[in-house]
């Protein structure tokens, strides 16, 4: 299977995959990234459960017009500053960077997920992480250049109400984010 890289940069490349019929089809790749962590954190505080939301602020939702805002969990790339890490690192690491929350438990849910087969190779691994909201976490570490603009935790009652009024709001919901939420509410 021969790929043509059309542009490249650190983060990012643009191929394009000749397929049986001579026509191209153009795609995004990230070359420095095996898989992409995204953590759904649920804490327990005063005997209630939480969920932990992002909400960022992504250039390409936002310059075309889509929403201001993005709806998200903690997530980050897996191998992007160390090759030889691996899935388990990368979502503790990002978790503690994006957060400042460390797991009591962490459990994955699932792998492989295609945010958009269509555009893009990317897939992502999708970790419920278990955390005690009562014990003292740092402060996170990583605003993501300044991509997450705030971090929200909604009560695991409340989140669809959350995520419905998020979205009347002209905001964008992250694939991910809900691919998470449903492994949170309905998996085992």
């Known amino acids: ?31 420095n990234a095996k898989d992409i962590a995204v953590i759904v954190p649920v804490v327990k505080k005063d005997d209630k459960e939480y969920v932990l939301f992002l909400i960022t602020k992504r250039p390409p939702i936002f310059c075309e017009n889509k929403a201001q805002y993005c709806l998200e969990m903690p997530a980050g790339l897996v191998g992007d500053i160390n090759e030889n890490e691996d899935i388990l690192a990368a979502i503790k690491r990002e978790l503690k960077e994006e957060s400042g929350y460390e797991a009591q438990e962490i459990k994955i849910v699932s792998r492989k997920i295609s945010s958009s087969a269509g555009l893009t190779s990317e897939t992502s691994t999708i970790a419920i992480a278990y955390i005690d909201g009562d014990i003292e976490h740092d402060k996170p570490t990583d605003n993501d250049g300044g991509v997450i603009i705030e971090k929200k935790l909604v009560e695991k009652n409340k989140v669809l109400n959350f995520i419905q009024d998020f979205e009347k709001q002209g905001n964008a919901i992250g694939a991910q984010t809900l691919c998470g939420l449903f492994f949170a509410f309905f998996g085992n």
């Open 1 to 31: 299977m021969e790929n043509e890289i059309l542009y490249s940069t650190k983060f990012l490349q643009l191929k394009a995959y000749s397929r049986q019929n001579g026509a191209k089809w153009v795609y995004a790749h990230r070359p």
